[in-house]
């Protein structure tokens, strides 16, 4: 209740509590507060009236002064300050013209509520709100499970639920205090508890894939979940569960060998269980350096007595294309023949020397008998084994010169040749290719697609065979190269998974080194074989102009690759013929009539190697 009546004019005040309000006002600069108020009601500009109020002042004419000063004239009274007041929040001047009123709870945050519990999701508003009334005004501090939320000091509360740890209860605490921060009254509202809605583990940060440690160095390996209620873990090694490491964080000391294994943690709440990616920890052992790294790509799909392939071309094309990415040189082709096979091997096999690391890819039609057989384009329709190129002669041909590092995959069918459609290469007498290696064929890794008498598939409709898209994977990834097949046939495995698995990868090896496909590459002068190779793999887009004499005409030519990384398919583009009809590259006609004809040397232009293939 006021002092006054409300209706009485500020000019009426007695002059001690006059004075006392120009003091209240002046202190902490609330006359501001109360000025720019007043500015946003009376539509005022805020900055000219604050600059009004300021001229003229001394130490007896203040802005406060000013302030009243011009509400006087303007015949407010005291019912209509102390409304201003109040929205102002200015409690330590209202008090000047109020008697104390005795604080009330007027609002609960449970009022409304059926029940005084709510139950919330994560990412979801917790909003409550209470109201309270009395002089001098109230002031508001919120608490959860008895311990105050700083920062939440208005009468509403609002806050988003992010963690678990917010259930529980929640109140307002509602004080009153005198001008010189005296404790007059304090009230607590009722409580709201706040249950927060199950949710499943979801991982939000995995274990890596790899990770390697040298010998007596710690390693820590983690996991981040988001869960209510909380989660529990397990960690397993290789499918073996460790004692006591039931937390998110795995700390092994003190590694060696015996602590290699594959690491994965199994976390539970009352609503769902996961498992993490393994983690594979391996001993980080030396880097090992490549004097070259080749690789040579064979994609046979068009051939010309057998079901041609859709896939070999792209599947090899994204082999190629990775490798490269990762410091490969790529010799590329498509289609060759039983004869450009056998010298692509050779060239191949003449630069493979020491320290130099090889990979072999080849994909297209393939057969098993005894060893693996692949089939060039152009096989006759009853083939015989000597009819195609037998594992025993690659290996031969590319383990002549001793490679640091030598890898050949085979993305082809291991099935046995059917007695019905060629029963004369079960009579056939097989010469055996014998081949050597000074290093007793260490550091070599076979891969193949699938196992022995078994099919490789094409799958319908897909640009990509089904190995070659998950070799795509990993095949340019930082690990080691045994680790990138054993990759490769799991995520096969898994993509198969629940159904009859006739593809089933393989590979075999006589690893003795760490050997990685992203091995850098020694700064030193290249051998003469490697120096010969970069001449017969160069190539780059050449442009010229070709002459119709007869004619007069002329064009510009401009002979390119046709899809990265082939070399054996070249674009040959002419332009400012586009008005003209017929053969691009021999001859031009107009209407049907021949009118024009040039000679277009394409082999002038086109890597070198094709020659040496072709001859």
């Known amino acids: 209740m006021a002092k006054f009546d409300e209706d009485m004019y500020l000019e009426q005040i007695p002059l001690t509590v006059y004075k006392e309000l120009i003091y209240e006002l002046d202190k902490n600069s609330n006359w501001k507060v109360l000025a720019c108020h007043l500015a946003e009601q009376l539509g005022y500009s805020r900055n000219s009236w604050l600059q009004s109020l300021q001229q003229g002042t001394s130490s007896t004419k203040t802005p406060a002064a000013n302030l009243l000063f011009e509400l006087n004239i303007k015949m407010c009274t005291i019912g209509i300050l102390c409304t201003l007041l109040k929205d102002c929040e200015l409690v330590n001047v209202l008090s000047v013209l109020y008697h104390p009123e005795l604080l009330t709870i007027v609002k609960h945050p449970s009022d409304n509520m059926e029940h005084n519990t709510i139950e919330l999701s994560f990412d979801q508003h917790l909003c409550l709100s209470c109201k309270a009334t009395g002089v001098p005004l109230p002031t508001y501090k919120w608490y959860h499970n008895n311990i105050e939320l700083l920062e939440q000091q208005e009468h509403e509360l609002d806050i988003i639920i992010t963690s678990s740890n917010q259930a529980g209860e929640y109140k307002c605490k509602v ?4 001008n010189d921060g005296s404790i007059i009254s304090i009230l607590m509202t009722k409580s709201v508890f706040v249950n927060i809605s199950p949710v499943p583990v979801v991982i939000q940060q995995q274990p890596p894939i790899l990770l390697e440690v040298r010998e007596g160095e710690d390693f820590v390996i983690s996991c981040t979940v988001h869960s209510y209620p909380e989660p529990h873990y397990q960690w397993f090694r290789d499918n073996t569960k460790l004692e006591g490491e039931t937390s998110n964080i795995l700390h092994i000391k003190q590694f060696n060998s015996k602590f290699e294994g594959k690491y ?18 391996m001993e980080d052992l030396p880097r090992q350096k490549a004097v070259a790294k080749i690789a040579l790509i064979i994609a046979n799909g068009d051939y010309e007595n057998h079901k041609c392939l859709k896939t070999p071309k792209n599947d090899a094309a994204k ?9 490969f040189k790529v010799i590329c082709f498509a289609n060759l023949s039983f004869e450009q096979m056998r010298k692509a091997m050779k060239i191949f096999g003449e630069v493979l020397t020491e320290g130099v690391y090889g990979l072999f890819y080849y994909a297209g039609h393939g057969f098993k008998m005894q060893e693996s057989y692949m089939l060039a384009v152009d096989a006759p329709e009853s083939y015989l084994r000597k009819d195609a190129i037998c594992e025993s002669e690659l290996l031969a041909t590319l383990l002549q010169n001793d490679p640091a590092l030598l890898v050949t995959i ?20 097989p010469k055996v290719k014998e081949f050597k290696s000074r290093k007793n064929l260490r550091n070599l ?17 897909s640009k990509y065979g089904l190995y070659a898209t998950h070799l795509s994977k990993y095949i340019s990834k930082d690990i080691p190269v045994t680790k990138i097949f054993e990759e490769v046939g799991k995520s096969i495995d898994t993509w198969l998974k629940g159904t ?41 887009a050449n442009s010229f102009e070709i002459n119709f004499k007869q004619a007069a005409i002329s064009a510009k030519v401009t002979i390119s690759l046709f899809m990265e990384p082939y070399l054996n398919i070249i674009k040959v583009s002419i332009c400012n013929l586009e008005h003209l009809e017929g053969p691009l590259v021999v001859s031009v006609s107009k209407n049907g009539t021949p009118i024009g004809a040039t000679l277009l040397h394409i082999k002038n232009y086109i890597p070198l190697i094709l020659e040496n293939i072709n001859n």
Not at 264 to 276: A, D, Q
Not at 413 to 426: A, F, L
């Open 319 to 327: 082999i190629g294309n990775l490798l490269k990415e990762i410091g």
């Open 175 to 178: 004080s009153q205090m005198t």
């Open 445 to 461: 890794v076979q891969a193949y697609s699938t196992s022995s008498h078994r099919p490789s598939y094409e799958r319908i409709n």
């Open 410 to 429: 085979l993305d082809m069918c291991q099935t046995v040749p059917p007695k019905e459609c060629n029963p004369d290469i079960h009579n056939e007498i």
């Open 264 to 281: 994965y943690c199994y976390i539970t709440n009352n609503v769902s269980e996961v498992f993490t990616q393994r983690c594979h920890v």
């Open 500 to 540: 009859e698995r006739n593809q089933i990868p393989m590979f075999a090896l006589t690893i003795t080194k760490p050997f990685r496909l992203t091995d850098a590459i020694y700064k030193r002068n290249p051998s003469s074989a490697l120096n010969n190779l970069n001449k017969l793999i160069a190539f780059s």
